[in-house]
């Protein structure tokens, strides 16, 4: 993916992006359980919408094609969760989460409700209209907040591990889980736990 990155200052050209399935042909061809239905209501209703930029074609520019949007439309497959949301946060485009029940990963890294935008299932029809409607302030606000190399860092798997990275962000998650006392967790802008700081039992092999 970092292979990819175009100059930061590229304009933004493409107003909503999407490159994937609509329809799941083999499984469910008539759309009504792929995605619940959302992947073929959003090609129903914008297919032929000047803004958006959505086809089944996966373009060898995928990556860059990203870089030059505003918004990256992130919905429901078979499952909630979508390489997408990764890709978009990579590439400083604008998640668009159409998911009901997702649980979003690294809260205490990414403000997933201040740099995305969250759309309910049964809204998608209206897609246009919800994304034409936001500020363009509200828009550059999260392109800003996108812009923070560390919404970067705690996606990415860097080869060795860093500091707020992914891989962190997995061990901080998994730490929540240990029986810690409350004053071992995070306090308010602690990006870090520290590690040494639990029971005497937590140091010892299970």
């Known amino acids: ?3 990819h990155l175009i100059p930061p200052d590229t304009p933004r050209s ?4 999407f490159r994937g399935l609509f329809y799941d042909v083999n499984n469910d061809p008539e759309g009504g359980y792929y995605a619940r239905g959302a992947r073929a209501s959003i090609w129903e209703n914008f297919k032929n919408n000047p803004l958006f930029d959505i086809s089944t074609d996966h373009p060898t520019t995928y990556y860059e094609d990203m870089q030059r949007s505003i918004f990256c439309l992130c ?3 078979w499952a909630p969760w979508s390489p997408r949301l990764v890709e978009a946060v990579i590439f400083g485009c ?3 989460i159409i998911a ?5 990963p690294f809260a205490d890294a990414i403000p997933w409700e201040e740099i995305g935008v969250f759309v309910a299932e049964k809204d998608v029809p209206y897609l246009d209209t919800i994304l034409t409607s936001i500020p363009v302030e509200v828009v550059l606000r999260k392109q800003r907040l996108l812009a923070n ?6 996606m990415l798997f860097p080869q060795p591990a860093q500091p707020r990275d992914a891989f962190h962000q997995i061990l901080n998650g ?3 889980k240990l029986p810690h006392g409350k004053k071992i967790f995070l306090k308010p802008r602690q990006k870090i736990l520290n590690w040494t700081a ?3 039992g937590d140091m010892k092999p299970w």
Not at 14 to 17: E, R
Not at 100 to 104: E, N, Q
């Open 75 to 77: 919905p429901l497959g």
């Open 1 to 3: 993916m970092q292979s």
């Open 149 to 154: 190399p560390s919404m970067k860092q705690a």
């Open 174 to 176: 998994l730490a929540r």
């Open 100 to 104: 009901d029940d997702i649980v979003l």
């Open 198 to 200: 639990g029971p005497v």
């Open 94 to 96: 604008i998640p668009v």
């Open 14 to 17: 493409i107003f909503v992006y």
